[in-house]
C-alpha cells in the first residue's frame, strides 16, 4: 500500500483494548500498516468543533464531536429511523422528521471538509456503513481524487423500499461516488446492480463494473466473519451450564441480539411458546436464553419491540413455568463477551431468526463456541446474510411459526452423528471466511480499482462504443 489507510466510521475504538471482530480486523490492519481512524467522539456538545486528535495504539486517531441537534437529527432521525428501517424492509416504519435530512447530509458536508485536507492522491479511504453514505460526494465536491471505499454492513435497499426515502434522486450519486462499494451477500449485490438498471445513465461494463453518469465504480460481496479460532477457545473458558444453573435434563435454546426489531425476536418467542404448547412429556425440557441488550432507546419503534417482548416472556412464564423451571429467561442488559462465549456452547439450539440482517455474526460466533464432539444445532433465517454461506444450519422462515417451533424440536432431538456432520461443514466455512480474511480481500480490491479503471478506460478507447 503506498499511501495511508484512513478508515471512517461511526465510533472509533475507546475505553481499552478494542473488542468486537470488525473493531479488532481493523485495528489490527491499522496497526500494520499504519494510517489514521476517524468517527464521532460519542460525546454532544453545543457548538461544532475540528476534528482532534486522540491516543491511538501504533496509529493515528481523530474525533468529531456532534452537538444536540446533530444527534438528533443525524444519528437518531435520519440514520437510524429513515436508513435502518428503510435498508431492513420496514418503510412502514420510516420516520419522516422536518428537517432531519438536511442535518444529516451536514454532518457528512462538514467531515468532509474536515478530511478533505487530510488525505493524499495515493491514500485509501475506507468508508464504513450508513452514517455516511453521503460522505464520498462530499469528499468529491472538496476536490478528493484518492479511492475510496465504502462498506454497508446492513441489507442494501431494494428498489421498491426506495420509493419511500424523500432523498431517492440522490442515492445513486451517493453509492456511485465511491470507488468501491462492499456488500455482505451476493443477494445485495443483485439488489444493488437491479437499482442502477432501471436508471437513465447508468451502465455496466465488460469487466462487471458499473458507469453512472460520469463515475466507474465497482460493486461486490465481502461476507464478514469472525476470528473463529479465538472465539472457540475463549468459550471453554468457563462452564456455560454452571453460570445459568441448569439441571442435567434441561436443554439450552439461546438468542443473543441487540433489541431491535429486525431481529425477529417476538415472532421467535411465539414459536418458543408454540414449542411449550405442544411440547410432549417425553420431549426434551428446555429453556429458552434471550439476551437483548438495548439500543436506540429514544426511538419509538424500539421501546414498543421491548414492551412485546416483556408481555410474551410474562404470559408465557406464567403458563408453562414449574418449580425449579423458568421457561423464558429474558436478560435485556449486555453480557461480558466471555461469557457469551460459554454459554453459547452450553447451548443445544442457537436460534437466529432475524427478518431482515446484512449478516448475522451471532451465528458464526454460535458454531465457533460448539464442542465438535458433541455440538448444538443452528437455526437460522433465510433472510440473515449468513445463510448463504451457512447452509448446513436449520434454515427457516422467521414469519412462520409453526415451522420455526419445528424446527426448534427437530434441532433439539437431532442425533449425533447429524449434529457432528452439520457441524463440521459450518465450522469450516466460519474459520476459513475469517474477518481478516474478509479485511485482507476488501483491501486488496480496493488497492486494485485505479489500475482496472485504467485498462477499462484503454479498452474504451480502442473500443468505443
Do not use: C
Given at each position: 500500500m503506498s499511501g495511508r489507510l484512513i478508515v471512517v466510521s461511526n465510533r472509533v475504538p475507546s475505553d481499552g483494548p478494542p473488542s468486537g471482530g470488525l473493531v479488532v480486523a481493523l485495528h489490527e490492519t491499522l496497526q500494520a500498516e499504519?494510517?489514521?481512524?476517524?468517527?464521532?467522539?460519542?460525546?454532544?456538545v453545543e457548538s461544532p468543533g475540528p476534528l482532534r486528535d486522540i491516543d491511538g495504539d501504533g496509529y493515528k486517531m481523530k474525533v468529531f464531536d456532534l452537538t444536540n441537534d446533530e444527534y438528533e437529527g443525524y444519528y437518531l432521525s435520519y440514520a437510524n429511523s429513515v436508513l435502518w428501517p428503510l435498508c431492513h424492509r420496514r418503510s412502514d416504519l420510516i420516520s419522516l422528521s422536518a428537517g432531519s435530512f438536511d442535518v444529516y447530509d451536514g454532518v457528512n458536508k462538514r467531515l468532509a471538509e474536515m478530511i478533505a485536507p487530510l488525505v493524499e492522491p495515493d491514500d485509501l479511504v475506507w468508508v464504513h456503513d450508513y452514517h455516511f453514505m453521503p460522505l464520498a460526494a462530499h469528499l468529491r465536491e472538496q476536490g478528493v481524487k484518492a479511492t475510496i471505499g465504502y462498506f454497508h454492513h446492513i441489507p442494501f435497499p431494494t428498489t421498491h423500499d426506495l420509493g419511500a426515502l424523500p432523498e431517492r434522486k440522490h442515492f445513486p450519486d451517493w453509492i456511485a461516488a465511491f470507488d468501491l462499494v462492499g456488500l455482505q451477500t451476493q443477494n445485495d449485490v443483485s439488489t444493488a446492480l437491479e437499482l442502477y438498471?432501471?436508471?437513465?445513465?447508468?451502465?455496466m461494463a465488460h469487466d462487471g463494473s458499473l458507469y453512472y453518469h460520469d463515475r466507474r465504480f465497482e460493486v461486490h460481496s465481502f461476507p464478514i466473519g469472525i476470528d473463529g479460532h479465538a472465539f472457540h477457545a475463549s468459550a471453554k473458558d468457563q462452564d456455560g451450564r454452571a453460570l445459568l444453573n441448569l439441571s442435567p435434563q434441561e436443554q439450552l435454546v439461546i438468542g443473543?441480539?441487540?433489541?431491535?426489531?429486525?431481529?425477529?425476536?417476538?415472532?421467535?418467542?411465539?414459536?418458543?411458546?408454540?414449542?411449550?404448547?405442544?411440547?410432549?412429556?417425553?420431549?426434551p425440557k428446555a429453556a429458552l436464553l434471550q439476551i437483548a441488550p438495548p439500543t436506540r432507546e429514544e426511538v419509538q419503534a424500539y421501546q414498543e419491540v421491548r414492551e412485546e417482548?416483556?408481555?410474551?416472556?410474562?404470559?408465557?412464564?406464567?403458563?408453562?413455568?414449574?418449580?425449579?423451571?423458568?421457561?423464558?429467561?429474558?436478560?435485556?442488559?449486555?453480557?461480558p463477551r466471555d461469557q457469551l462465549a460459554s454459554l453459547y456452547r452450553a447451548a443445544?439450539?442457537?436460534?437466529?431468526?432475524?427478518?431482515?440482517?446484512?449478516?448475522?455474526?451471532?451465528?458464526?460466533?454460535?458454531?465457533?463456541?460448539?464442542?465438535?464432539?458433541?455440538?448444538?444445532?443452528?437455526?437460522?433465517?433465510?433472510?440473515?446474510?449468513?445463510?448463504?454461506?451457512?447452509?448446513?444450519?436449520?434454515?427457516?422462515?422467521?414469519?412462520?411459526?409453526?415451522?420455526?417451533?419445528?424446527a426448534i424440536r427437530q434441532a433439539l432431538s437431532m442425533p449425533l452423528k447429524e449434529r457432528q456432520d452439520r457441524h463440521k461443514w459450518l465450522f469450516k466455512g466460519v474459520i476459513e471466511d475469517d474477518v481478516a480474511n474478509w479485511t485482507q480481500s476488501y483491501l486488496k480490491t480496493l488497492q486494485g480499482i485505479p489500475a482496472r479503471a485504467a485498462a477499462q478506460a484503454e479498452r474504451m478507447s480502442l473500443y468505443p462504443a
Open positions: 499504519g494510517g489514521l481512524w476517524i468517527g464521532t467522539s460519542g460525546e454532544t438498471r432501471g436508471l437513465n445513465g447508468a451502465e443473543v441480539d441487540r433489541l431491535d426489531y429486525s431481529k425477529g425476536l417476538g415472532n421467535r418467542f411465539r414459536a418458543f411458546a408454540r414449542y411449550l404448547e405442544t411440547r410432549k412429556d417425553d420431549e417482548l416483556e408481555l410474551i416472556a410474562g404470559r408465557e412464564n406464567g403458563i408453562h413455568s414449574e418449580l425449579g423451571w423458568t421457561p423464558i429467561r429474558y436478560i435485556h442488559r449486555a453480557i443445544t439450539v442457537g436460534l437466529v431468526t432475524p427478518v431482515a440482517d446484512g449478516m448475522n455474526l451471532v451465528a458464526k460466533e454460535y458454531v465457533a463456541a460448539q464442542d465438535a464432539e458433541d455440538p448444538g444445532v443452528l437455526i437460522l433465517s433465510a433472510f440473515a446474510g449468513a445463510a448463504e454461506q451457512m447452509e448446513a444450519a436449520l434454515i427457516v422462515n422467521p414469519y412462520d411459526i409453526e415451522e420455526m417451533a419445528g
